[in-house]
């Protein structure tokens, strides 16, 4: 017998303590993000962690998807802390943001250009909780779902109530840390009689940063210089720390209108309305090098003082949705629809050969997009005796387009010169889902569900100026997914739940990958309008035990094998192309254990194992039998929090192992700018509540002032004080 087997059979000798009701908080609680609908702890067919409410208000959460860093199966990258615009969230296994569905209130979040999520702008203070399903879920989600579902639920006002945040922080050590960091968060909302409930909030978020982006050549300083620092590569080649392209800030404000109507008992109705707006930019960029005489060098060989400078960007979106949910006596029906308009989603590159600290050439991108989310769906709780199903049909267009101009100054990303490059698509998604949850018996429920999704890709064109072979256009083309899952949940006594599930997800290609073509130097990095989807089939078992009331413990054993994974071959030494190359396989080990003190708190821990490698790939025979890239081998966390009167203490312990940047795992060298270090990382946070509605709390983050890369210079130890006052 396989080890995957023995653990269930270990936990279940454990003997169930018997004890008084069992506490909502692990046994009633109530999750949809697994079925599509809501279904209790014992009875949900998938892996699925929640961070409630009262998890998120325990600690300094300054990005949504922080909530996110203590859970089992998920990795959080977010190297830069709040500056960072690459972050990302991935599960069980299955790399890229782009392979896990991001979901706020049930409405796709992933960009149409290249599938990634935009943290920037989900306020955690207008969260009520998250969801998160790990696992193959595009049975029931369709595309982006390979990894897992991440659902972040807004929360609804039941009574009055008027918040108010303010809070600041710095650095808190020698390291370089974020400082001047800055909040502001004020809410309003109430419930009108027993049918209207309403919800307005704005918020504010600065930070002036510190120098995380470094000045590494390859070039060694001439003779005389002084102040640079001897390094190397992420592979151990011969590398120079001459400066740094000065403190990397973060300015971003956000305000959301809710509003929730009752028209009946069985009849709900909400509406939601988001604008972000967000920038990142950089402070005065400095130089390490002194000639003799101890004057600044900017410049040296073919080292230009373009190479100090770093470039600004930022977002401006609008997002809306709606949703409105009937139950009658023998079904339950819910229509959705979100509307997500990127109206500029820019940055700004100096160039490296000619641009000054006081102006000079440079180039703008920018990438608008929009994208349409509409599903129906129909659940017919004792359509046949002992099955309920739940079936569906979903609609999803997304556009974007990318243009490049040249600048005359870099400072000045408005003073747009002439285009430089285009390149853009359409993509639209028809989807029909159906799951039966039959009931076989009072202790066993099966789950079997499918779906289709027929998609269609169209208007893909490229154009660069003055390049031989442009502007392209490519035609249209149309391509289907199958994604079947079968889950099994048993619960052979009252404390034990044993799952296991089995599907497939897909992922379709992105415009980015689709129809980005460009050309830099002698060398056309293509895109390609005929690749196909990416899959991977998966299946897990696991057991979850409660001894006694309050405790948790729970074991996982996964597998992926993905397959058609998008890879960019080099055809020659001219031309590098998408193809669906790749394949990998993946397996892994999550284990986690939680006590729950009722209201008073609670202790956790988890660990997760991931051993996953690249099986086949024509595009790189090099990465053939290596690790996938920028997946952890081991992440572990721990850590708990306390109330205790007027006062609330909490604790995060976090370790995230090595991870790859190169496909053939070259990058062995850690402590160097662009590695990816393995790293522990600890916070903890301190609260006290003279008043009733009012909490003063002090946290601290990178407690042990931890010095490590993830691809940047990662910030050092910070402190950060809020006041919040609610009534």
Same mark, same amino acid.
């Given at each position: ?69 203590? %859970? ?26 782009? &392979? ?162 009752? %028209? ?157 490059? &285009? ?192 099986? &086949? ?80 709390? %002090?946290?601290?983050?990178? %407690? ?24």
């Amino acid at each position: 017998m396989n080890t995957a087997a023995l653990l269930p059979l270990l936990l279940l000798a454990l003997p169930p303590v018997r004890a008084a009701a069992e506490t909502e908080v692990w046994a009633g609680q109530v999750v949809g993000v697994a079925a599509r609908g809501p279904k209790s702890a014992r009875k949900n067919p998938g892996s699925v962690s929640v961070v409630a409410r009262q998890d998120l208000e325990a600690k300094t959460v300054q990005s949504a998807d922080q909530a996110l860093n203590a %859970l089992p199966g998920v990795f959080n990258r977010r190297g830069k802390g709040l500056m960072d615009t690459s972050s990302a969230v991935t599960l069980r296994g299955v790399p890229e943001q782009k &392979r896990t569905l991001v979901l706020f209130d049930g409405v796709p979040m992933n960009d149409a250009y290249t599938g990634v999520v935009s943290f920037g702008g989900m306020q955690a203070d207008d969260i009520e909780r998250v969801e998160v399903g790990r696992g193959p879920f595009s049975g029931l989600y369709g595309g982006n779902a390979m990894g897992g579902v991440v659902n972040f639920v807004p929360r609804r006002p039941l009574k009055r109530e008027l918040t108010l945040k303010l809070g600041g922080g710095g650095a808190l050590g020698p390291g370089p840390a974020m400082e001047r960091m800055a909040k502001g968060y004020l809410a309003y909302g109430d419930r009108l009689g027993r049918k209207v409930s309403f919800l307005g909030s704005y918020g504010y978020k600065y930070t002036s940063g510190f120098p995380a982006d470094l000045n590494v050549q390859s070039a060694a300083p001439t003779a005389g210089l002084s102040g640079w620092e001897g390094t190397t590569s992420n592979t151990g080649a011969p590398r120079y720390l001459v400066g740094d392209k000065g403190d990397n800030g973060w300015r971003e404000a956000n305000l959301a209108l809710r509003g929730w109507y009752d %028209l009946s008992d069985a009849d709900k109705l909400s509406v939601s309305f988001t604008h972000t707006d967000y920038s990142y930019f950089y402070g005065d960029p400095h130089t390490y090098l002194r000639d003799a005489a101890g004057a600044e060098v900017w410049t040296y060989g073919s080292v230009k003082e373009g190479t100090f400078l770093g470039g600004g960007g930022g977002r401006l979106q609008n997002s809306f949705s709606s949703a409105y949910d009937r139950k009658g006596e023998s079904y339950a029906l819910r229509l959705s629809a979100g509307y997500i308009d990127t109206l500029k989603s820019w940055y700004v590159t100096p160039a490296s050969a000619s641009a000054l600290r006081s102006g000079g050439a440079g180039k703008v991108s920018d990438t608008p997009a929009s994208s349409l989310n509409s599903e129906a769906q129909l659940t017919l709780p004792e359509v046949l005796p002992r099955h309920s199903l739940t079936g569906g049909l979903s609609y999803r267009f997304s556009e974007a387009e990318t243009s490049e101009n040249n600048l005359a100054d870099w400072r000045d990303e408005q003073a747009k010169g002439a285009l430089t490059y &285009r390149a853009g698509g359409k993509n639209a998604d028809v989807g029909a889902y159906l799951q039966d949850e039959i009931r076989l018996h009072d202790s066993l429920t099966a789950y079997l569900a499918a779906r289709g999704d027929w998609w269609r890709t169209y208007d893909g064109a490229a154009q660069q100026p003055g390049t031989a072979g442009y502007p392209v256009a490519y035609a249209a083309r149309t391509g289907s997914a199958l994604s079947p899952k079968a889950s099994l949940v048993y619960n052979p006594i009252e404390k034990t739940t044993l799952r296991a599930s089995a599907g497939r997800s897909f992922r379709s290609p992105t415009v980015y990958e689709l129809y980005r073509t460009w050309t830099s130097g002698t060398k056309v990095y293509q895109g390609n309008p005929d690749l196909d989807p990416e899959t991977v089939d998966s299946w897990d078992a696991g057991v979850e035990q409660r001894p006694w009331q309050g405790l948790k413990l729970g074991a996982v054993y996964f597998e992926n094998r993905m397959k058609d994974l998008v890879y960019r071959r080099t055809v020659n030494a001219s031309l590098l192309i998408y193809e669906n190359a790749g394949e990998a396989f993946g397996k892994g080990w999550e284990f986690e254990a939680e006590q729950v003190f009722g209201t008073a708190g609670r202790l956790f821990a988890n660990l997760t194992l991931n051993d996953a490698e690249i099986t &086949r790939n024509p595009a790189s025979a090099a990465s053939v039998g290596k690790r996938l890239q920028d997946l952890p081998e081991k992440m572990y966390s721990f850590g708990g929090d306390l109330k205790a009167g007027r006062f609330s203490f909490g604790a995060l312990g976090r370790y995230v192992g090595k991870r790859w940047t190169s496909d053939a795992n070259t990058d062995t060298v850690d402590g160097v700018y662009s590695s990816r270090d393995p790293y522990f990382t600890a916070e903890a946070r301190a609260g006290w509540s003279p008043l009733e509605g009012l909490e003063i709390s %002090l946290a601290v983050q990178n %407690l042990f002032d931890k010095v490590y890369y993830d691809y940047y210079l990662a910030p050092g130890r910070s402190w950060f004080a809020e006041l919040a006052w609610k009534l």
